[in-house]
C-alpha cells in the first residue's frame, strides 16, 4: 500500500514541480492577499485533475491491456516531446 503511495506521490510532485500550474499559482498567490484561497482552490483543483486521471486508468485498466496503454501513454509523450522541441506546442 505504501509504496503505491510513495511511487504516486513523488511521482506528481516531482513533475508538478515549475510546471505552468505551479508558476501561475505562484503568481496568484502573489497578487492576492487572500492566498488560504489561492492555496485552497488550487489544491482542489489538482485533487480534482488526479481524481479524473484515476478513474479514467481504472476504466482504461478494466477494458484495454496493460502493455497497450502503455504504448499508447509513451507514443503520446513521445509526440508531445517532439512538438515542444520543434516549437510547435
Known sequence: MFKVFWAAFLTVF???LGDKTQLATLLLAAKSSQRFWVF???ALALVS????GVLAGKL???????????LVSGGLFIFLGLLILLGRW
Open 60 to 70: 482504461l485498466g478494466e477494458h484495454l491491456p496493460l502493455r497497450f496503454i502503455r
Open 49 to 52: 485533475t488526479t481524481a479524473l
Open 14 to 16: 516531482l513533475a508538478e
Open 40 to 42: 485552497l482552490g488550487a
